[in-house]
């Protein structure tokens, strides 16, 4: 499983085929380097944050099921759940999610292998970018006019002054007779 720098929003699941009194020793980290941690040396992470992996029983999770968590707790569309509902309530024991935060932003390249077994990865719903405009005037900020007044076109500007300088030449030029008479 390739894993990008930039990836986001991705939750891939496992199934822990241990029994559950090892299950514990398997997903607590011996120290602060992952190195020492069984369940990141079975996914085949270089970096793995342990604060984006969420281990349980699926007894836990009562009639909720694993497709209602995922659905309710991880935001993947219903749609998505609907394709692997069946397989995903055939799942029994203990089971591992890992969202695309755990690796932080770190690329790299995982090869889970036993007692993990891979089950099947989903992207989380993500609402649509909506750019409609800001519905209350103050939002728009100071000094911004209500209406923007248009572009000045140089060309029409010139054609004024041009049939202007006869009229401004004649008042000028009457002045000037008015005032030598």
């Known amino acids: 499983m390739r894993i990008s720098a930039s990836e986001h929003g991705l939750v891939r699941v496992f199934k822990i085929d241990l029994p559950s009194e090892q299950v514990e020793a398997f997903c607590t980290p011996s120290s ?38 995922l659905i ?41 292998r036993a007692p993990l077994r891979w089950i099947a990865t989903y992207c989380e719903e993500q609402q649509p970018v909506n750019f409609e405009p800001l519905p209350d005037a103050s939002a728009k900020g100071p000094g911004t006019p209500s209406h923007p007044t248009p572009p000045i076109n140089p060309h029409l500007t010139a054609l004024w002054a041009v049939l202007a300088l006869p009229v401004v030449v004649l008042i000028i030029g009457a002045v000037i007779y008015g005032a030598t008479r």
């Open 32 to 69: 602060a380097n992952d190195q020492h941690w069984p369940l990141a040396q079975a996914l085949g992470a270089s970096q793995l944050l342990q604060d984006h992996v969420v281990v349980f029983d699926m007894a836990d999770l009562d009639d909720l099921g694993l497709a209602g968590y």
């Open 72 to 112: 309710q707790g991880h935001g993947i569309s219903k749609q998505d759940i609907d394709m692997d509902r069946a397989q995903l309530a055939r799942i029994e024991g203990h089971v591992l999610i890992v969202t695309s935060a755990a690796f932080a932003g770190l690329a790299q390249d995982l090869s889970p």
